[in-house]
């Protein structure tokens, strides 16, 4: 069983930046690859950003390419999401999520766990 915890929330002027950080415990961290969705009110969860098992292969959103860079630290079991150029319709919570694979995936049923979710705001 994985336990995933977020931090890092917050509310934001649009232009600011915010960095999520995602603690992992239990498995093997570094064997799993790591993401970031999000869901605004009244709308599904939605793919933000993966990371493989090793930190060398990155996929974006188009929403979020150029703004947002996650990374991982294998030897803090973290992942980090860095945003910046924030927008109001960045406002959403965002969710840890682990795939128990080396590779990742931008589908929701595809996740083996996730994260409480923790709630980013950015006004105009």
């Known amino acids: 069983q994985v336990q995933l915890v977020e931090s890092g929330g917050g509310l934001v002027q649009a232009g600011g930046s915010l960095r999520l950080s995602c603690a992992a415990s239990?498995?093997?961290?570094?064997?799993?690859?790591m993401g970031w969705f999000r869901q605004a009110p009244g709308k599904e969860r939605e793919f933000v950003a993966s990371?493989?098992?090793?930190?060398?292969?990155?996929y974006y959103a188009i929403s979020v390419k150029g703004r947002f860079t996650i990374s991982r630290d294998n030897a803090k079991n973290t992942v980090y999401l860095q945003m910046n150029s924030l927008k109001p319709e960045d406002t959403a919570v965002y969710y840890c999520a682990c795939r128990r694979t080396l590779t990742t995936s931008s589908k929701p049923n595809d996740i083996d766990y996730w994260g409480q979710g923790t709630q980013v705001a950015v006004s105009e």
């Open positions: 239990g498995g093997t961290f570094s064997s799993y690859a």
């Open positions: 990371i493989n098992w090793s930190g060398g292969i990155t």
